[in-house]
């Protein structure tokens, strides 16, 4: 046990740097380095306490970063069937396809397209007035496709009854359900994106 415990006297941050390259050679992703680093430290932490050892020789701080995920990008054949995903039959079938259609063919971020009103939609020009970052307004044109999709959706809003009082191309289900006082929320989009992500 003596020796055991002169072994760990001699323990510094040298030899500890030594062992997390040999966890990595050995294939263990750095999300699992990172949490053995986080119990050998807690060790060496009672170790301390305990008087076992003098001082830690790993640093309070976080000595090592975790990847980032890189996010995934779909391919041209995989935007289209996600765009083509909804079933356009019902109401929400057909908003979920036009809010992914102009997604696609505009590349707009979702803090503008949650902010569209009826007002900035043109389409006999096929195009949309959109606030950028920074308040900057900013033009974007859409396709024939694009624009065949949303002649489609704003017809079936039309029929609802509720058209002449609507003010944001998507708005909220129900009233009051977001800060944009009655659009869409930028969740439900993100919610309404991952719905039809999935099965690709």
């Given at each position: 046990?003596?020796?055991?415990i002169?072994?760990?006297?001699?323990?510094?941050?040298?030899?500890?740097?030594?062992?997390?390259?040999?966890?990595?050679?050995?294939?263990?992703?750095?999300?699992?380095?990172?949490?053995?680093?986080?119990?050998?430290?807690?060790?060496?932490g009672?170790?301390?306490?305990t008087?076992v050892?003098?001082?830690?020789?790993?640093?309070?701080?976080?000595?090592?970063?975790?990847?980032?995920k890189?996010p995934?990008?779909?391919?041209?054949?995989?935007?289209?069937?996600l765009v083509?995903?909804?079933?356009?039959?019902s109401?929400?079938?057909?908003?979920?396809?036009?809010?992914l259609?102009?997604?696609?063919?505009?590349?707009?971020?979702?803090?503008?397209?949650?902010?569209?009103?009826?007002?900035?939609?043109?389409?006999?020009s096929?195009?949309?007035?959109?606030?950028?970052?920074?308040?900057?307004?900013r033009?974007?044109?859409i396709?024939?496709?694009?624009?065949?999709v949303?002649?489609n959706?704003?017809s079936?809003?039309?029929k609802?009854?509720?058209?002449e009082?609507?003010?944001?191309l998507?708005p909220?289900?129900?009233?009051?359900?977001?800060?944009?006082?009655?659009?869409i929320?930028?969740?439900?989009?993100?919610n309404?994106?991952?719905?039809?992500?999935s099965?690709?």
């Amino acid at each position: 046990m003596a020796s055991q415990i002169d072994e760990l006297t001699k323990l510094d941050r040298t030899a500890i740097r030594k062992y997390l390259a040999w966890l990595i050679d050995l294939g263990y992703v750095r999300a699992s380095v990172a949490r053995k680093l986080s119990t050998l430290r807690t060790f060496l932490g009672w170790l301390v306490t305990t008087k076992v050892i003098e001082g830690n020789p790993l640093p309070a701080r976080r000595v090592m970063k975790t990847d980032k995920k890189l996010p995934r990008f779909l391919s041209e054949s995989e935007a289209l069937r996600l765009v083509q995903a909804p079933q356009t039959y019902s109401p929400l079938g057909m908003r979920d396809r036009s809010l992914l259609e102009l997604i696609y063919a505009t590349g707009m971020r979702v803090s503008e397209l949650v902010d569209l009103k009826l007002n900035d939609i043109d389409l006999n020009s096929q195009r949309i007035r959109c606030m950028g970052k920074g308040s900057k307004e900013r033009i974007v044109m859409i396709g024939s496709e694009a624009k065949e999709v949303l002649c489609n959706y704003l017809s079936i809003k039309r029929k609802e009854g509720n058209f002449e009082n609507m003010q944001y191309l998507f708005p909220a289900l129900r009233s009051g359900a977001n800060k944009k006082k009655g659009a869409i929320s930028q969740r439900t989009v993100f919610n309404i994106v991952k719905k039809y992500v999935s099965p690709i």
